[in-house]
């Protein structure tokens, strides 16, 4: 959902600079602990809402706890995702799991249960029928610089910001996601009711 560049040479008044994205709502975001300025994807803020009516969302992330608690911030700042417990963020500290991989053993449910969204497959060997992988984000060039699946046949990655568009939120990886996950809850909780009828 948010995609990170470091801050070399640039600066921000009062340590918060929101540049205005479609509609009016706040899309760069400098977070000044880190030294870094994120990008949202667009549409990820009505997403996670819609997404909530449904499911437990956690945060699990291979980034330190001062990393995440930061992201948190941006994703559910009003709490009302249920991000802001302790127990819905696993930080690179807490993890079980080591060789860069991500275990659910950690995540509160029963594992068969649970569904996983993340843009990299090679850190869930053990689960890889759980998950669900959107294309990256890349909005920034060095985030595109960094990912080595990205093809360079044609030079250097480029980030959207340099190319002077973004991701829509119509029609792009959140969408899609949308889809996905209402299905597979559909499906799911169909199942569950022809199992008790």
Known sequence: GAEGAGAEGQSANNGVLHAKGVGGSP???????LGLWTKLRPGLHPFLRQLVQRFELYVYTM????????????LDADGSLGLRGKDRVIAAEDATSRGGQKGLDIVLGAEDTILIVDDSAAVWPKHAPQLLVPRRYHFFDSSAARDRSTDRSRGPPRGLL???KDESAERGQLAALQR???AIHAA???RVDRRAA
């Open 27 to 33: 899309s760069l975001h400098w977070l000044p602990r």
């Open 180 to 182: 996905a996950l209402t």
């Open 162 to 164: 340099s190319r002077g």
């Open 63 to 74: 980034g330190a706890r001062r990393y995440a608690a930061e992201v948190v911030e941006l």
């Open 188 to 190: 799911y909780f169909e």
